[in-house]
């Protein structure tokens, strides 16, 4: 591991105007540290963020949930509110990681996950997210972890975040805060971007942002899961997972959020799917052309190609799962 400076942050202004000049942020560490053993990354600074005031999970006046971006992922998934009311968020975070890890990171830093690519970890390779301008070794490789949506001819990775695939079929905003004190609330789909020509650049964040938490609306379904898909039980990440959110009203449909994990550079969500979804009465005939209309675009990338059906299959045990009764 390279040297590096270390200097706890005081406040929040402190440790956004530290991330302004060029120091990288530390909260739990889980994903960082790891990415500086292999050298992956390599600051010249940190600024440990992890004893500021950001651990609350509040009520708002509206009836949703702000959750403080230093919240460990244990506690909001024990939270009562969480479980009782976005049960489909505390599954998500059950989901991932493992027991010791969860209880260190943060919501923040969950967010902020990288991806989970073998070329991205292996400095002895090529890679565009790494090393702009290198090159994809991706492309024609090992390619089974990898995108079947929204990837570029500079990138195919995926993002690893449960805790974010939840938060999308929630509606969740990122609440920033800059060096300047300035703050504002960015929709979660937003937040992440594309690969495209600049697979380096991940998310809105500027120099000196801060998340400083992550606000969900109020419930919109009270049917709620989160089913992943992985190679073993735990500590795995998802091969593929949808977090479905459902309302029904007369035995049809009135409301429906879907997102896809392990399968595109960011938590996926297709708001034609959802629309298909509405007024309509639950059917396996439903569910198949719902699918088939959110794989129509799929793109398969060589040791990948299984994971269109397995999506497929996937989708349609949800929707079953969270339509019957």
Known sequence: ????????????????????????????????????????????????????????????????????????????????????????????????????????????????????????????????????????????GATRLHAIFGASDHCIATHPSDMAVALQALDAKVEIENATGDIRTVELESFYRLPGNTPHIETELKPGDLITAVIIPPAKGSRQTYRKVRDRASYAFALVSVAGVIEMSDGKIAHASLAFGGVAHKPWRNAEIEQMLLGEAPSQDLFRRVADTLLRNAEAQGDNAFKIKLLHRTLCAVLTELTEG
């Open 1 to 140: 591991m390279n040297p590096f400076e270390y200097t706890r942050a005081a406040s929040r202004h402190e440790a956004a105007t530290m991330a302004a000049g060029g120091a990288t942020v530390i909260a739990g560490g889980t994903n960082l540290l790891d990415l500086m053993k292999l050298e992956v990354m390599t600051p010249e600074r940190l600024v440990d963020i992890s004893r500021l005031d950001m651990d609350d999970i509040e009520t708002t006046a509206d009836g949703g949930l702000r959750i403080g971006a230093m919240v460990r992922n244990s506690d909001l998934a024990a939270h009562e509110i969480v479980r009782s009311t976005y049960p489909v968020l505390s599954r998500a975070l059950l989901a991932g990681a493992s027991g010791q890890l969860r209880n260190k990171a943060s919501t923040g830093g969950n967010l902020l996950q990288r991806t989970r690519c073998y070329y991205f970890y292996d400095t002895a390779m090529p890679c565009n997210k790494r090393e702009p301008g290198s090159g994809c070794q991706a492309i024609g």
